[in-house]
């Protein structure tokens, strides 16, 4: 008989039944309500989904069922350059047909990242991953999405000018940078008069103080929450160029906010632990010791209580197995992300000498 899928007012053909006993599929005519049965080859069926006879009936919804939120995070990659597509379109197959496994591509440090309930979880993914779809990968801890900002604001210009043969470039710009408030982003100004910049480089401009932003200063994170306003500058009529006022703007706006009080920020997040009333007192002093803060316990009944509380992200990487030792592998927990706050002096020191070793390398 045709059915359909979901909202999908397509109809779909059902060639054949089963009926699965543990590992084996028997084929039957017809499936029952209580039967726990399969039909093969429809890749319209996804998780969740409602198979019915009428395109009339797609309102029908089961109602959602819920998961407990997938905590556990690795980076993955590709051994093999070239397999990065076959790794989206595998992890995306996995992520469909289990809703506690998810995929998160993180732009602002270009990694893929796939989270699970817990290490055994991760390692059955990969494990099938190198078995069924013959794809073997590199992992490593996800890295924590830090950026900087500025705290005061500050002035500076720069003036590119290169000579080579009978070609030159020239340009110059001048800018101030002041901080704005936490998540209100980067704001571009042109308050240049009289055209000592001509307008049709102020593009080449913007390009070269936002290249300047990603790069950040402090420890190589991008900077954000600022505004930049361009109020000077100079051309000249033959060597002035789009690449000279690109650079121009990249090295203006590094120098102004190296003398802006830099600073690096790390996301905080909120956290929820479910734990044996026993284990309060571990736990409140392991979260503490990981520069976090209770905000308050509430009973859950059955010996069990909540805590809820505020702790860096960036302390939060092995606190799954952390958790299962402290409370005999009864606790669990959740996080949400809260805020962007300051990091202590001494992690900024530890992030800025790391830069600047890449620095060197480089």
Do not use: W
Request: glycine share 12%.
């Amino acid at each position: 008989m045709q059915l359909f899928v979901g909202d999908s007012k397509r109809p779909i053909k059902v060639g054949h039944l089963y009926q699965l006993q543990g590992k084996d599929s028997i084929e039957v005519d017809e499936l029952l309500p209580g039967d726990i049965g399969a039909v093969a080859k429809i890749d319209e069926v996804d998780f969740d989904c409602v198979l019915h006879d009428s395109h009339d009936e797609d309102h029908i919804h089961l109602v959602p069922l819920e998961f407990p939120k997938p905590m556990a995070g690795l980076a993955v990659e590709t051994k093999k350059k070239g397999d990065e597509q076959r790794l989206f379109d595998i992890l995306g197959k996995l992520a469909m047909e289990d809703p506690t496994f998810v995929v998160e591509r993180h732009p602002t440090s270009n990694e893929t990242v796939v989270r699970g309930l817990g290490e055994i979880h991760l390692k059955a993914k990969l494990a099938r991953m190198a078995g069924q779809y013959k794809l073997e990968v590199d992992t490593k801890p996800p890295r924590i999405p830090y950026c900087e900002t500025i705290t005061a604001p500050a002035e500076a210009m720069y003036r590119h000018k290169k000579q080579s043969g009978g070609a030159g470039q020239f340009g110059e710009v001048h800018l101030r940078i002041e901080p704005k408030g936490r998540g209100e982003g980067f704001e571009f100004v042109d308050a240049v008069k009289g055209g000592v910049i001509p307008g049709v480089f102020m593009a080449a401009v913007e390009k070269g103080i936002r290249q300047g932003l990603e790069g950040g200063v402090v420890a190589g994170y991008a900077v954000d929450d600022l505004k930049v306003t361009v109020f000077d500058g100079k051309t000249h009529a033959v060597d002035g160029k789009e690449v000279a006022f690109t650079i121009a703007g990249r090295k203006a706006v590094i120098e102004a906010i190296r003398g802006a009080k830099p600073i690096v920020l790390e996301p905080i997040v909120s956290i929820e632990i479910v734990v044996p009333e026993t284990s309060i007192g571990d736990l409140a002093g392991d979260l503490s010791g990981r520069r976090g803060h209770i905000t308050g316990t509430d009973g859950r009944g059955h010996g069990m209580s909540a805590i809820s509380g505020e702790v860096p992200l960036a302390e939060l990487n092995d606190y799954q197995s952390r958790l299962k030792s402290l409370t005999g592998g009864q606790g669990s927990y959740t996080i949400e992300f809260a805020r962007y706050a300051a990091v202590p002096p001494n992690v900024q020191q530890q992030l800025a000498s790391k830069f600047q070793l890449h620095d060197e390398d480089e």
